[in-house]
């Protein structure tokens, strides 16, 4: 599901499930964390995350077959894309998401996870889990909350509706947005000026902002009463219906229930 290459210390990782739109699931991201260890060992120094040259879709995020059954407790859930996002932050070396194709659903997370964004100038990021009557967890509203100021996550996530990459370049969540024909020199120009420079400062710097970025206070009863408002959606008749209406192709009926 993915292809591997590594040359003078930069690695190119690039999804490749075409058939599923590079739908993000666990054999996915295992194969992604048994990537990135074995980087750790060669010592890559910068890596690049992309999708296939020409690719429509970059990513139409979290598989929703791996979605759990409607009742199921979400907080005993294995979330492979929580697993996706830990590997990407806590890898030593700076990761490039490289956006070519449009973005969707959790695969936004996953690219707002990266330490830098350069993007396609005709890429779009849709947060669509309110289009499946999905929740969404504390660690993926915090990716968006670090990425984005509240208001422009607040639309993401309520509208779902696609926002062009010039904007969010415009609002500091994207670093570039670029010509496509200019895409490859510009991330792998950068890629190489990362690589030039002292690899334990960089990782000691992206270590230090990891932590400053999750600083986030909050008392034990408010994460609790977060955590528990999941269950409220994942126990709902409207996501057993958004779930049914994906697979069968049908705009879902929602009733707030």
């Known amino acids: ?49 992309r999708a296939r040259p020409g690719c429509k879709v970059w990513s139409a995020g979290h598989d929703i077959n791996e979605l759990p059954e409607a009742g199921h407790d979400p907080l005993a859930w294995r979330d492979p894309l929580r697993k996706l996002i830990r590997e990407i932050e806590s890898f030593p070396a700076p990761i490039i998401a490289m956006i070519e194709g449009s973005v969707w659903g959790g695969a936004c997370e996953t690219v707002f996870a990266c330490d830098l964004i350069i993007a396609a100038d005709d890429v779009t990021f849709a947060a669509t889990p309110a289009k499946l009557s999905v929740p969404y967890n504390v660690g993926g509203l915090l990716t968006f909350l670090n990425a984005a100021n509240l208001r422009i996550a607040k639309e993401m996530l309520f509208t779902a509706a696609p926002l062009s990459a010039s904007r969010l370049c415009s609002l500091g969540v994207i670093n ?39 600083a986030h206070a909050m008392a034990p009863e408010d994460f609790e009463r977060i955590q528990g408002l999941r269950r409220v959606v994942y126990n709902s008749h409207d996501y057993a219906e958004g779930r049914l209406a994906f697979k069968e192709k049908r705009k879902p009926e929602f009733n707030g229930e």
Do not use: W
């Open 1 to 49: 599901m993915l292809q591997i290459e590594i040359t003078d210390r930069i690695a190119t990782v690039t999804l490749d499930r075409e058939d599923r739109r590079n739908a993000l699931c666990e054999e996915m991201v295992d194969q992604f964390s048994a990537a990135l260890e074995s980087f750790r060992g060669v010592g890559v120094r910068c890596v690049i995350l």
């Open 176 to 214: 570039h947005v670029v010509q496509k024909s200019s895409l490859d020199d510009v991330v792998y120009g950068m890629a190489k000026r990362i690589a030039a420079n002292a690899p334990l400062s960089i990782s000691v710097m992206k270590e230090q902002l990891r932590i400053l970025a999750g």
